[in-house]
């Protein structure tokens, strides 16, 4: 039921940006872009989401494509503490919060 | 202000039992999702509860089954235990369903089940 592909791996360099792309290229008009990042064996973070414009917060950017067909989070300095898989997510907006998650991106933040 | 919590951290069951997992929501949310997260995989939804009542499933068999109380915690039930079923099952909580975006969910740092 996944509706997004990420690379599965990545590595940036520490100090560096991070940026991990997701195609989403079937997504609707009422889909909204998700993403969350986990950190080895534990709960799924949330880090930022969108419908069309770019998106900033204390965490991360997230730009969206004009035709909406993929997106890019953005880490802007990168740390060791940034390690984990990253999700992006695809979510319906109806009146059920499921989300379908993917494999997700390993980042990798080397010294 | 506590966050999603879940108990046990860590169960071990052998095939053909039976498992309860409970998940109490982030203050102030009233729904409840549970996911399976088998090992190097992205969690599967499973179901989620809200008013007491399932209201949505995935892909999951009957052995899978749950409930909601009136505090808004949740249980997660497996009945004959497969090898299968050993992952880290995660809860996640919301505020009630709807279409808005800022219905962020919230994980809890999940039960790790090993069936042997």
């Known amino acids: 039921d996944a509706k997004t592909t990420q690379p599965p791996s990545m590595d940036c360099a520490e100090g560096r940006a991070a940026n991990l792309p997701c195609n989403h290229s079937?997504?609707?008009?009422?889909?909204?872009v998700y993403w969350y990042r986990q950190i080895h064996s534990q709960g799924p973070q949330y880090i930022i989401h969108g419908l069309k414009n770019n998106e900033t917060n204390e965490m991360a950017s997230l730009i969206i494509t004009e035709d909406r067909k993929s997106s890019t989070l953005i880490l802007p300095h990168a740390t060791l503490r940034d390690t984990a898989v990253y999700y992006c997510?695809?979510?319906?907006?109806?009146?059920?919060?499921?989300?379908?998650f993917g494999s997700g991106t390993k980042l990798n933040v080397k010294p | 202000d506590a966050g999603v919590t879940q108990s046990p951290t860590h169960l071990i069951k052998t095939r053909g039992q039976q498992v309860t997992l409970r998940c109490s929501p982030k203050s102030g949310h009233d729904t409840v999702s549970w996911y399976q997260q088998a090992l190097g995989q992205g969690p599967q939804f499973i179901f989620q509860?809200?008013?007491?009542?399932?209201?949505q499933r995935g892909n999951f068999p009957d052995r899978f089954s749950g409930h909601q109380f009136p505090n808004y915690s949740s249980e997660l039930n497996v009945n004959a235990l497969l090898l299968g079923d050993s992952a880290l099952y995660l809860c996640?909580?919301?505020?009630?369903?709807?279409?808005?975006?800022?219905?962020?969910?919230?994980f809890g740092a999940g039960t790790r089940l090993s069936v042997l």
């Open positions: 997510i695809v979510r319906v907006a109806d009146n059920f919060n499921k989300f379908y």
């Open positions: 996640a909580s919301s505020l009630a369903p709807t279409i808005l975006a800022k219905n962020i969910q919230y």
């Open positions: 509860y809200y008013e007491e009542e399932e209201r």
């Open positions: 079937t997504i609707s008009g009422n889909e909204y």
